[in-house]
Structures are given as structure tokens and as C-alpha cells.
């Protein structure tokens, strides 16, 4: 939530707010409304969610209109937190509440006691300030030590200590719920929560009122209540108890994106990127992901998080940066040798099934080279290496490595006479710089050793040599 925010209206007293013509809605009337102006005019109301226009996005998006409390389900690093923050650009970007309210009350509603009261004292004067809707959406990720009072509130000491009776309602210190009054409370991995603890949200979703220790407050709490949770929760940490399931009016199951296409965009969405990552080493890395999430040697249950390929895109960006920077290269490009970079230490972001655990490296290892080998095909069919087969077989070699430089790259390769092959391929992968093109050029000679038309030695000292 970094949009640029326009100027709150000069707007300072409830008057001076009925005068002009300001209209209070309930807060799902809120998110109703814009939802259906967004989708009316065109607009995108989900930016940078990839991958669920055609399965997520719909669901989430009667949920919505039909007022629900929602509950996402799916496996780790399929975007469900990012799902979540963006139902606070649903929001109306500010709206009115009573300057120095403890929950952000309207100024035409109030509802603790020191409110009602101040309406009544101050009447028109009652002083208005704006809130906007980034500080309307609150997270909360769920832990096991997570306690009533942070979640629904508790008796104040301190406010006790100061002459109020302990039976007084203004004695309770508020938990994170009723703070988000007329906003959004997202709970993450909501089957941590204690059950106890779940226990006490059951009022707040369904009669909207809030008890802590002996009180019993109606307050009328407007809120949405949105979740995450993995599915295995259920068994394994933790469950979502029974009665408050069934209080969610929405469960919907999020996936990993379903093409490839859509996983590349989101690898170069969320990618903290160190140096130039050529998009057919993204694809790669796209595959190989695609790759894990099928192979049997992979617990399925616990998933492959969008994450693992998103660090393996940061991992060979800063291989990438870390070469040019011993070597003194002014332009640090990721090449096919920093994929091997990405798979030392991308191993502990998965887990294999039972029996396997001592294969991982293997596993790994394989899977790259089908996604780099499938790749090679998509992006470079149609294109006629055989004049570098020729040249490599006839004694020719081409030297890359860790710190082998692009010039210096380039400056092994065989001459091809009158051949425009490396121009060719440059082409077609987009390469333009020097950098780039040793980049396209290696991913070339890496798909012909794949197909086992050249042959590939390595040795200690991180120098790969096709010939």
C-alpha cells in the first residue's frame, strides 16, 4: 500500500461534515459500492495479483458484493497475504472519524460511552479528523502465544488505578478488532491461533459485540473479517474451530499460477533484482518451479513457494553482480553458470517426501536442466546451430565460469565466417549489450550440450568449458 494519497478534506467539525452532504455507509456497503465502480469503469481492482483472474479474483470478488467474512486457503507462497492488502484500495481513501475516538467511531455513529457522551456535550462542534484507508486495514498474524486481550480487549489497570469504578466500560483497554472498527482485520494463518482464543472471536463475527472478562458490550462493530490458512493446518499446527468456520460466508481455495506465463510475471513483479536477469533465464527458474511442484521426490503438501523461484531470480542477479565486481565489469548479466548458484542454496526451501531427503541435491539438479533443456527448445526453435556444433567438433572450445567474464566470453567463441548465427541469437532473446549477449550466446551452448550435440567439462576452479 505505497499509493500516493491526495489531500484529507479540510472538513473540522460533524456541521460542518452534515453540510456537506456527506453520506455515511456501513463499511461493506463501502467496499460494495467501489467494488462495482471499479468494475463498471474498466478498472483493475486487484493490482499486481497475478495468475487468479479466471479462478481466485471471481470468488473473492462475490464474497465482496454479497458482504462475507472471508477465509483463503492454500498452500505457503501462493499470494494469499497479498490478496488480503489489497482489499484496502476498496476503501473510500478517507473518511470522517471522531477526532480522538479510541475505535475510529463515524461522527454520525458512535458507540463506546465516552463518545456517546462527547456527541451529546458538543454537539454540531464536535471535531472531525480523517482517517485514511491504508490506516483502516490492520494485520494480525496469528501466533500461538496471540491472547484475548490482544485480539478483543481487557480491564486497563492503569485506567482503574485512576478512580474509575472496575465495572465502568470505560475501564477496558480495546484489543486489535474493535481498534479496526469500520476497517478491515486480516488474520494470518488463522489455525495458530489457540482455540480458546478462536473462541472468543465467535461474538464479534456474528453478533458484532465484544465481551471481555465479566462485561457484556453492545457495541455495533463494523468490520470485515478476513484469513489465511494453509490447509494442512488443520491437521498438522492447528485447526479452524467448527463454529467459526462456518461463521466465514466466503472459503476460498488460492493455487499456485496455473501457466507459465503467469508465473515469469510474478517472479519479475516481486524480484529485488542486483543485475540485468535476461527473461529467458526467468523462465528457466519458471519451470524448474513448475517442475518441483510435479515431481514425486517433493512433498506436494507442504508446496513450493512462489518465494523459491523469486530468490532464485535475486540469487543469480547478486552472482551476477558479484562477478562483475572482482572481474571490474561495468555491466553485471546473469548468466546459464549462475543457475548452478541459485541451486546451492535454494535446497532448503523445499522438503522431499519421506525416504528421499538424500537426493535433494540430485533432485534439484535434474529438474534445472529439464527447464533449462525446455526452454532452450521454446525460446530457440527454428534457429540453426549446427554451424557452432561444426566448430566445437572440430576443435573449438568456449570458455564461461563463475568469474569468466562477458568480453572475455565473446572473445572465445569460433569465428563462423559469414554466419550471422550469433547475431541471430542475440535477437531473438533480446540482447543487446555486451552482457546480454554473452548471456544469450551461453544459454545456446547450454541447450546444445543438453540435446548432447557438444560436450561440457568443469573444473575445480568454477571454469565451464563447451567443446
Do not use: C
Not at 2 to 25: C, D, F, N, W, Y
Not at 317 to 346: F, I, Q, S
Not at 366 to 392: C, K, M, P
Amino acid at each position: 500500500m505505497t499509493e500516493s494519497r491526495t489531500e484529507s478534506p479540510a472538513i473540522k467539525t460533524v456541521g460542518e461534515l452534515r453540510a456537506s452532504g456527506h453520506e455515511q455507509r456501513s463499511l461493506k456497503a463501502e467496499i460494495r459500492g467501489n467494488l462495482i465502480a471499479a468494475l463498471a469503469q474498466g478498472r483493475d481492482p486487484w493490482p499486481g495479483i497475478q495468475g487468479f483472474g479466471a479462478t481466485v479474483i471471481p470468488q473473492l470478488e462475490r464474497a465482496l458484493l454479497a458482504g462475507h467474512d472471508i477465509v483463503l486457503l492454500g498452500e505457503r507462497g501462493q499470494g494469499k497475504t497479498r490478496v488480503l492488502r489489497t482489499l484496502a484500495g476498496l476503501l473510500d481513501e478517507w473518511t470522517p472519524v471522531i477526532d480522538g475516538s479510541e475505535l475510529g467511531e463515524h461522527p454520525y455513529e458512535p458507540i463506546t460511552p465516552a463518545s456517546v457522551r462527547r456527541v451529546a456535550e458538543l454537539g454540531d462542534d464536535l471535531p472531525v479528523s480523517w482517517r485514511h484507508r491504508d490506516e483502516r486495514y490492520t494485520e494480525k498474524l496469528a501466533t500461538p502465544d496471540t491472547s484475548v486481550a490482544d485480539l478483543v480487549g481487557d480491564v486497563d489497570p492503569m485506567k482503574v488505578a485512576e478512580g474509575r469504578h472496575l465495572g465502568d466500560p470505560e475501564t477496558i483497554h480495546f484489543g486489535l478488532i474493535p481498534r479496526s472498527h469500520r476497517g478491515i482485520v486480516a488474520i494470518n494463518e488463522l489455525p495458530d491461533l489457540a482455540e480458546r482464543i478462536q473462541v472468543a472471536m465467535l461474538n464479534v463475527m456474528e453478533e458484532r459485540d465484544i465481551q471481555v472478562r465479566g462485561y457484556v458490550l453492545r457495541l455495533p462493530l463494523d468490520v470485515l473479517v478476513v484469513a489465511s490458512a494453509n490447509p494442512e493446518d488443520y491437521t498438522n499446527r492447528g485447526r479452524i474451530i467448527t463454529p467459526l468456520k462456518d461463521r466465514f460466508g466466503a472459503e476460498i481455495r488460492t493455487h499456485y499460477p496455473l501457466e507459465v506465463e503467469d508465473e515469469i510475471a510474478v517472479i519479475q513483479q516481486e524480484a529485488q533484482l542486483v543485475a540485468t536477469v535476461p527473461d529467458f533465464l526467468v523462465e528457466v527458474l519458471a519451470r524448474f518451479t513448475r517442475a518441483l511442484r510435479e515431481s514425486t521426490y517433493v512433498d506436494q503438501r507442504s508446496g513450493v513457494s512462489a518465494r523459491f523461484a523469486i530468490a532464485g531470480a535475486e540469487t543469480i542477479a547478486a552472482a551476477a553482480l558479484h562477478r562483475a565486481t572482482v572481474r571490474g565489469e561495468d555491466e553485471p548479466v546473469a548468466r546459464v553458470v549462475d543457475l548452478e548458484t541459485a541451486v546451492d542454496v535454494l535446497g532448503g526451501k523445499i522438503e522431499l517426501e519421506s525416504g528421499h531427503e538424500d537426493r535433494g541435491q540430485e533432485v534439484l539438479e535434474l529438474l534445472l536442466r529439464t527447464a533449462t533443456a525446455d526452454t532452450v527448445r521454446q525460446r530457440l526453435r527454428g534457429i540453426d546451430l549446427a554451424l557452432l556444433v561444426s566448430a566445437l567438433e572440430g576443435g573449438a572450445q568456449v570458455t564461461t565460469g563463475d568469474h569468466v567474464t562477458a568480453a572475455e566470453l565473446i572473445e572465445s567463441l569460433p569465428v563462423l565466417g559469414e554466419s550471422d548465427l550469433y547475431d541471430s541469437v542475440a535477437e531473438r532473446l533480446g540482447a543487446s549489450t555486451q552482457g546480454e549477449r554473452a548471456s544469450a550466446i551461453e544459454f545456446a551452448l547450454e541447450g546444445l550440450y543438453l540435446a548432447r550435440k557438444v560436450s561440457k567439462d568443469s573444473d575445480e576452479t568454477g571454469t565451464t568449458t563447451y567443446g
